[in-house]
């Protein structure tokens, strides 16, 4: 079946422009993740949406930094007045529930190059 | 708070040698732990799991125990080829504790001479 897709898969902005980056998750999945993996950085966690519930933005890194799920499905996070340090793979993840050893699928990612 | 740590790359070996990649966590409850994997160009996929202390999780000729007296999940294969070369990225998910997202480990990047 389908996999976790993500657009666009490569984003170049301009320092300052404000950018939307899209996760479509597996059909059925309750959980969705947003992380972000920096060069040298490993995996930064930002944004976990669970079903109804309200989601734990504990990672997102500033104000700057948004998301929602509508409809419970598709993600769009959402990075505002862009800024260098910003430049990263942004990684989409969904699991099939909250169970702790659901594994998570993720997508390939959105390669972001803010100039 | 949870975290994990992995032993710094790169790990540089030969075809048909034994890998250890070490990696050990800190966490309250009890978490489920996890290897990913990310291949060149492609996007992270799961490697194998362990849920509890003393499981064993193996794909691929790769295998990592749950050792929760060391807690430790030291990724192992007794004969590395080309194709494993790759990143790879230990994780835990707690469990009990209300706290469902997936933490991971810094990555450690495997490179197989033939």
């Known amino acids: 079946g389908a996999g976790v897709s993500q657009s666009p898969s490569n984003k170049v902005t301009e320092k300052g422009k404000d950018v939307e980056l899209r996760c479509d998750p597996i059909?059925?999945?309750?959980?969705l993740y947003w992380y972000r993996q920096s060069l040298g950085q490993g995996l930064e966690f930002l944004i976990y949406?669970?079903?109804?519930?309200?989601?734990?933005k504990s990672g997102l890194p500033s104000d700057r930094f948004s998301a929602e799920r509508t409809g419970g499905s598709v993600s769009t996070l959402t990075i505002q007045r862009t800024q260098q340090e910003d430049s990263a793979v942004y990684l989409c993840?969904?699991?099939?529930?909250?169970?702790?050893?659901?594994?998570?699928?993720f997508g390939n990612g959105t390669r972001l190059t803010v100039t | 708070g949870n975290s994990v740590t992995q032993m710094e790359g790169p790990v540089t070996l030969s075809e048909e040698a034994f890998l250890t990649i070490n990696c050990t966590y800190t966490?309250?409850?009890?978490?489920?732990l996890f290897w990913y994997v990310q291949y060149p160009g492609e996007g992270l996929q799961l490697l194998l799991k362990?849920?509890?202390?003393?499981d064993k999780g193996s794909n691929k000729g790769f295998e990592a125990t749950y050792r929760k007296e060391t807690t430790s999940f030291h990724l192992e294969k007794g004969s590395v080829q080309v194709s494993d070369s790759a990143v790879y990225f230990c994780?835990?998910?707690?469990?009990?504790?209300?706290?469902?997202?997936?933490?991971f480990g810094t990555g450690t990047r495997l490179l197989v001479s033939p």
């Open positions: 966490a309250t409850g009890y978490p489920s």
């Open positions: 949406f669970q079903g109804n519930s309200a989601p734990d």
């Open positions: 059909s059925g999945h309750t959980a």
């Open positions: 994780a835990l998910r707690a469990v009990n504790t209300g706290f469902q997202k997936l933490v």
């Open positions: 362990a849920t509890k202390a003393d």
């Open positions: 993840a969904s699991s099939l529930d909250r169970v702790g050893n659901s594994p998570l699928h």
